[in-house]
Nanobody, 120 residues
């Protein structure tokens, strides 16, 4: 069974940095694309960043210049590097990956979420 497992969240002071990881577990051939979302309780899930199979990236305006998204298919892992964190970045973060299990078999999968809290 293939799943995405997130790690790297935690408590950080304003101005600090964190790197979130989203690792594919199970038999896969490639992570073709990945997106990171965040969600506060009672609010809609917000798209933070995306990376496609050509390495092209896009970011929400409120994280541009502070967040970086990347994929390492050798490690079957995607990353969201966050720096200059602000209290407004406090949320649960979720990865969503387009995962190929074979040439013709692919799925969109969600990670379980990881909490990021930015506070002094």
């Amino acid at each position: 069974q293939v799943q995405l497992v997130e790690s790297g969240g935690g408590l950080v002071q304003p101005g600090g940095s964190l790197t979130l990881s989203c690792a594919a577990e199970g038999s896969i051939t490639t992570i073709a694309a990945m997106a990171w979302y965040r969600q506060a309780p009672g609010k809609q899930r917000e798209l933070v960043a995306t990376i496609n199979n050509s390495g092209g990236t896009e970011f929400a305006d409120n994280v541009k210049g502070r967040f970086t998204i990347s994929l390492d298919n050798a490690a079957k892992t995607g990353y969201l590097q966050m720096r200059s964190l602000k209290p407004a970045d406090t949320d649960a973060y979720y990865c969503n990956g387009k995962i190929y299990c074979s040439h013709l078999e692919w799925y969109y999968l969600w990670g379980q979420g990881t909490q990021v809290t930015v506070s002094s």
